[in-house]
T-cell receptor, first 113, second 110 residues
Framework: NAGVTQTPKFQVLKTGQSMTLQCAQD?????MSWYRQDPGMGLRLIHY???????DQGEVPNGYNVSRSTTEDFPLRLLSAAPSQTSVYFC????????????FGPGTRLTVT | GQQLNQSPQSMFIQEGEDVSMNCTSS?????WLWYKQDPGEGPVLLIA?????ELTSNGRLTAQFGITRKDSFLNISASIPSDVGIYFC??????????FGAGTRLTVKP
């Protein structure tokens, strides 16, 4: 199993551009989530999904959209990038429909200029 | 939102020493988790705690879920160079609400 994969690993955007961060898992996990990690702070939940077709907002959802059309994929869309969205983004998945024992991807480092 | 206070922020220790770090909060948590993150990687789960008072070990790592459900500690015994990294605590408030501490950066000098 590849586990949780994320692409791209690095990305630079200009303010106002849009892009999609990709996340996929091959463990047949129901629960998937997106976090952002900023210096000196813990990971903060952006959006999560408890199964295909179901998504919900986390702690810091503004400026981000998600969809879950399949069990495997959970892309994160930045609609109009802002410098405040410069961060490292992690996707995670877990079995069942809760946050227990999450498996994290390697992260995407995003810089917005 | 409710914050987890993780301390210390960083530690510099000699190989072979024991390490202790903790997380506290004003909120009650249902689950406490401890993760380790290596540079350029995502966090990896070390220990999960599900009940107040629970004490769990994973090799040289031991973690406890505080009786009040508002705190947890992680101990690492006989540290080795590969213990270097950032350690995060995380607490689950509700079914889909996980909060993370800011991390403890551990440096181990050979």
């Amino acid at each position: 199993n590849a586990g949780v994969t994320q692409t791209p690993k690095f990305q630079v955007l200009k303010t106002g551009q849009s892009m999609t961060l990709q996340c996929a898992q091959d463990m047949n996990h129901e629960y998937m989530s997106w976090y952002r990690q900023d210096p000196g702070m813990g990971l903060r939940l952006i959006h999560y999904s408890v199964g295909a077709g179901i998504t919900d907002q986390g702690e810091v959802p503004n400026g981000y959209n998600v969809s879950r059309s399949t069990t495997e994929d959970f892309p994160l869309r930045l609609l109009s990038a802002a410098p405040s969205q410069t961060s490292v983004y992690f996707c995670a998945s877990s079995p069942g429909n809760s946050l227990y024992e999450q498996y994290f991807g390697p992260g995407t480092r995003l810089t917005v200029t | 939102g409710q914050q987890l206070n993780q301390s210390p922020q960083s530690m510099f220790i000699q190989e072979g020493e024991d390490v202790s770090m903790n997380c506290t909060s004003s909120s009650i948590f249902n689950t406490w988790l401890w993760y380790k993150q290596d540079p350029g990687e995502g966090p990896v789960l070390l220990i999960a705690l599900y009940k107040a008072g629970e004490l769990t070990s994973n090799g040289r790592l031991t973690a406890q879920f505080g009786i009040t459900r508002k705190d947890s500690f992680l101990n690492i015994s006989a540290s080795i160079p590969s213990d270097v990294g950032i350690y995060f605590c995380a607490g689950q408030l509700g079914n889909n609400d996980m909060r993370f501490g800011a991390g403890t950066r551990l440096t181990v000098k050979p």
